[in-house]
């Protein structure tokens, strides 16, 4: 089996070829990062491209979107297998607005793999929304996601919310998706930025150690 396959299915939206491949890939002893990472996610930087020089459109881009969904639960199961101590909770949602949520899922992923309790809230977060979570669950991280340049403005908004709450210090707070950059992070003054999964991950356990 090989990754330009699982790629392949999921540009072509054929979800139950992604199942079939990325399970042949793990029992092959492939491992799951690299099953995300070349096939999974390689597969969607090839949808992207295509979406944005009007090769697909949205119900193509949502079936490679699920497909690649699938191959993610799938990996997900063997990444979460080993038993590691938590490294704390991270809060993670996209915010108000948007609706992208396959990097925020595969973040979330990472962020579990390497330890952490997550909460995952969901597309559409409002400012509230992240409010309430950091009381209820009392996370040593909250992330929040936005792929479009229209609703990176609450990522602000929820900082600021966090100052006026009394919470700010209580919290850190790590933003990402593809509009956002290291400048933006630090113009709203968030603890921090990734630009990809492994990325985050290894940024929550620094903050963490910071704690
Ligand atoms: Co949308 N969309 N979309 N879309 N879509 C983009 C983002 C866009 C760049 C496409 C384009 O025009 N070139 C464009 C945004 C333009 C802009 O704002 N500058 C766009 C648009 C315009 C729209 C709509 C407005 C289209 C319309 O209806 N006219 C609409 C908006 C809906 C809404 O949110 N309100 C829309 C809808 C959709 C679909 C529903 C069809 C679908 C989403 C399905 C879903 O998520 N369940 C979709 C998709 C799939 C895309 C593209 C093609 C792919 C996004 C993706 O999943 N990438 C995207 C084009 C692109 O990005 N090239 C596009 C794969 C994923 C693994 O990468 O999400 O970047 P990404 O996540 C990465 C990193 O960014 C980072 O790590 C991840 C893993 O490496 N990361 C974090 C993400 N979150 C993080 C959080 C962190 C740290 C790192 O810490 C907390």
């Not at 096939?39 to 944005?52: A, E, H, R, S, T």
């Not at 962020?111 to 509230?128: A, P, W």
């Not at 409010?131 to 990176?152: F, N, Q, R």
Request: aromatic share 4%; net charge negative; hydrophobic share 45%.
């Amino acid at each position: 089996m090989s990754y330009e396959a699982l790629r392949q299915a999921v540009l072509s939206g054929d979800e139950s070829r992604v199942v079939e491949l990325s399970k042949s890939l793990l029992s092959e002893g492939k491992e799951p990062l690299e099953i995300v990472n070349e096939g999974l996610i390689g597969g969607m930087n090839i949808v992207g491209p295509k979406f944005k020089r009007g090769e697909m459109y949205v119900p193509e881009v949502l079936m490679s979107a699920k497909a690649m969904s699938s191959g993610l639960d799938i990996a997900k199961t063997v990444l979460t297998d080993v038993e590691i101590p938590s490294a704390g909770t991270v809060v993670i949602g996209t915010v108000e607005g948007d609706l992208h949520d396959i990097g925020k899922n595969l973040v979330a992923i990472m962020v579990e793999s390497s330890g952490f309790k997550i909460v995952n809230l969901g597309v559409d977060q409002s400012v509230d929304d992240f409010i309430d979570a950091v009381k209820e669950h009392k996370p040593d991280v909250l992330g929040m996601s936005a792929l479009l340049t229209t609703t990176m403005i609450k990522m602000q908004d929820t900082i600021n919310a966090l100052k006026e709450e009394g919470l700010r210090n209580r919290v850190k707070v790590i933003i990402g998706g593809a509009p956002i950059t290291q400048t933006f992070a630090d113009e709203i003054e968030a603890d921090g930025y990734a630009p990809d999964g492994a990325s985050a991950a290894e940024l929550c356990k620094n903050l963490v150690s910071l704690l």
